[in-house]
Nanobody, 121 residues
Framework: QVELIESGGGSVQAGASLSLSCAASRRTFGSYSMGWFRQAPGKERELVAVHSWFDSRTNYGDSVKGRFTISRDNAKNTVYLQMNNLKPEDAAVYYC??????????????WGQGTQVSVSS
């Protein structure tokens, strides 16, 4: 069974940092690129960052480049999202996903339950 379990969300003030983690089952982690998406109320789900499953390639959404960093620890089957200099517009539910290395949610067959990130100004 494929499982993705996120943790690390919370409420912070603008300018602060948060780190998200996503623990995946071994079967998931070894075969898929791992991505973070987010969805704010009334908006479409958008790519935040994705990490290739077999090398160090990463891609980021334009709005988070230079502020967020995705990394993965294959030994722990875990992918991380370090978020620095958070802005109110970063507030959303953040989802971990496993799939192809694209920006399209439909290319990711496996999803976590989501974790809320709130940012106050």
């Amino acid at each position: 069974q494929v499982e993705l379990i996120e943790s690390g969300g919370g409420s912070v003030q603008a300018g602060a940092s948060l780190s998200l983690s996503c623990a995946a089952s071994r079967r998931t982690f070894g075969s898929y690129s791992m991505g973070w998406f987010r969805q704010a109320p009334g908006k479409e789900r958008e790519l935040v960052a994705v990490h290739s499953w077999f090398d160090s390639r990463t891609n980021y959404g334009d709005s988070v480049k230079g502020r967020f960093t995705i990394s993965r620890d294959n030994a722990k089957n875990t992918v991380y999202l370090q978020m620095n200099n958070l802005k109110p517009e970063d507030a959303a539910v953040y989802y971990c996903a496993a799939g192809a290395m694209t920006s399209w949610p439909s290319d990711y067959p496996y999803w976590g339950q989501g974790t809320q990130v709130s940012v106050s100004s």
